[in-house]
């Protein structure tokens, strides 16, 4: 079964910081997308070409938070420190036309399919029970839209398109398997980090200012 990059999510610690991070970063101004009852959060939106977009989310502290960890690892002490500090790429998505087949095939456990909603927008995810990211993020969540078409096709068209998704991790070979597991290895590209490194993911996207670079390693500078 084969699997698609659905979204990239960056987390922060209000939509205004996400949002001026973005528009710092990829010189385009997100438009705000809505609100996550069941999970405590709101989010920013844009279309990244290919049936794919990226996502702001941050708490919602306008709303009764959830009786469970909300999702991304929002409510995870070191996310929370991470995101206090900047913005950051936090993980991906990928989507699928059977989650609960998709999730039957995996070596690693991608949580519980649960509906979701977003104003008329319905989708089951792989929630794990204690909200944490997968493999520090760099596995991605899983989704089944509710959908005839990808909802991206009503998102803002900025201009701007993923080009490229590449992990750096101690253990490659290890996440290569994971990402087989699910029908996603083709859909990244994973390089070795020695043993002692902290795994990062960096995002190419092509934006209206030229070729910029989403990374989930705070304060990440590219060496050349």
């Not at 043993?195 to 990374?215: C, Q, R």
Request: some cysteine; hydrophobic content about 40%.
């Amino acid at each position: 079964m084969q699997t698609q990059i659905d979204h990239l999510v960056i987390g922060a610690r209000t939509l205004t910081e996400g949002v001026n991070y973005v528009k710092d970063l990829l010189g385009v101004d997100m438009p705000f997308g809505g609100v996550h009852p069941k999970m405590g959060t709101h989010n920013h939106l844009m279309r990244l070409g290919n049936d794919a977009f990226l996502e702001i989310i941050a708490v919602n502290h306008d709303i009764e938070p959830p009786e469970r960890p909300r999702w991304f690892g929002l409510d995870d002490a070191f996310i929370r420190q991470q995101i206090e500090q900047q913005p950051s790429l936090l993980t991906w998505v990928v989507n699928t036309q059977d989650i609960k087949a998709l999730m039957s095939q995996s070596t690693f456990s991608l949580g519980k399919a649960e509906l979701i909603s977003r104003g008329n927008l319905n989708w089951y995810f792989g929630l794990p029970d204690d909200g944490r990211l997968l493999a520090g993020g760099m596995l991605p969540y899983a989704i089944e839209w509710q959908t005839d078409k990808h909802p991206s096709a009503n998102m803002a068209d900025l201009g701007c398109r993923l080009s490229g998704l590449e992990i750096y991790h101690p253990y490659p070979r290890w996440l290569q398997s994971a990402l087989s597991s699910i029908g996603a290895l083709d859909l990244v590209k994973v390089h070795a980090l020695p043993k002692n490194e902290v795994p990062y993911m960096l995002a190419t996207i092509n934006t209206p200012a030229g070729i910029k670079e989403l990374s989930s390693f705070p304060s990440f500078k590219r060496i050349s």
